[in-house]
C-alpha cells in the first residue's frame, strides 16, 4: 500500500518562482493536510481540507494556496516563492475527524 | 492558541530501560491527543490516539495517558530498544487541527 505519496521530495528554487507541491492518498479518506516542519518550531498547518470541495486556512496560510482536485488529490501551491518558506512540507490525510493522521515523506523545498 | 510542550528535547537510555515522555498543553478543550515517532528524513508515524473522553491507550509496548483537567499526557515505552531511537512527536486536536509539540529525541543505546 502506497498510503500518502508526496512529489518532488527536494526542490530548489530562486526568490520569486512558483512551484505545486502534489499529494495523493490511496486511504479513502475524507481529510487532507498540509504542514511545514521547521527546527525547533515543530509542524504548523497551513491549510486542510475537511472533505472534498472544501479547504480552510490553518496556521500560517500567508504566501500559500491550496487545491484539493478530487478525494485522493490536494496540491499546494507557491505562487512566488520567498526564503522563508524553505522547510519540509508534510501532506497527511485521515479518514475523518478524530482519526489518527497518515503522513507522506515530505518535501524538502530550499529557497535561495 | 493552544502551546504545546514537550520536555526534555533529547533523552538517551540504556537497552531495557522504561522511556517516559512528557507532553504538556495549555487549553483542555480538546478532541484528542495523539502521539507520533519520526525516523530521520522520513515523515510521521502515529502511535497512539486517544479521545478527550479517554484516560489511556495501550499498543504492544507502548501506553499513553491524558489527563486534560492538567494539561497532561505521558508516552510509556517499556523496555526499550536501540530500533525505539527516533524523535517522539505529541499532537493536540482542536476539531481538525492539530498543535505540535517540538518532540523528545530518544536515543536508546545497545
Known amino acids: 500500500n502506497a498510503g500518502v505519496t508526496q512529489t518532488p521530495k527536494f526542490q530548489v528554487l530562486k526568490t520569486g518562482q512558483s512551484m505545486t507541491l502534489q499529494c495523493a492518498q490511496d486511504m479513502n479518506h475524507n481529510s487532507m493536510y498540509w504542514y511545514r516542519q521547521d527546527p525547533g518550531m515543530g509542524l504548523r498547518l497551513i491549510y486542510y481540507?475537511?472533505?472534498?470541495?472544501?479547504?480552510d486556512k490553518g496556521e500560517v496560510p500567508n504566501g500559500y494556496n491550496v487545491s484539493r482536485l478530487n478525494k485522493r488529490e490536494f496540491s499546494l501551491r507557491l505562487e512566488s516563492a520567498a526564503p522563508s518558506q524553505t522547510s519540509v512540507y508534510f501532506c497527511a490525510s485521515s479518514a475523518r475527524i478524530n482519526s489518527p493522521l497518515h503522513f507522506g515523506n515530505g518535501t524538502r523545498l530550499t529557497v535561495t | 492558541k493552544q502551546e504545546v510542550t514537550q520536555i526534555p528535547a533529547a533523552l538517551s537510555v540504556p537497552e531495557g530501560e522504561n522511556l517516559v515522555l512528557n507532553c504538556s498543553f495549555t487549553?483542555?478543550?480538546?478532541?484528542?491527543l495523539q502521539w507520533f515517532r519520526q525516523d530521520p528524513g522520513k515523515g510521521l508515524t502515529s502511535l497512539l490516539l486517544i479521545q478527550s473522553s479517554q484516560r489511556e491507550q495501550t499498543s504492544g509496548r507502548l501506553n499513553a495517558s491524558l489527563d486534560k483537567s492538567s494539561g497532561r499526557s505521558t508516552l510509556y515505552i517499556a523496555a526499550s530498544q536501540p530500533g525505539d531511537s527516533a524523535t517522539y512527536l505529541c499532537a493536540v486536536g482542536d476539531d481538525y487541527k492539530l498543535s505540535f509539540g517540538a518532540g523528545t529525541t530518544v536515543t536508546v543505546r545497545a
Open positions: 481540507s475537511a472533505s472534498e470541495g472544501t479547504t
Open positions: 487549553d483542555s478543550a480538546i478532541y484528542n
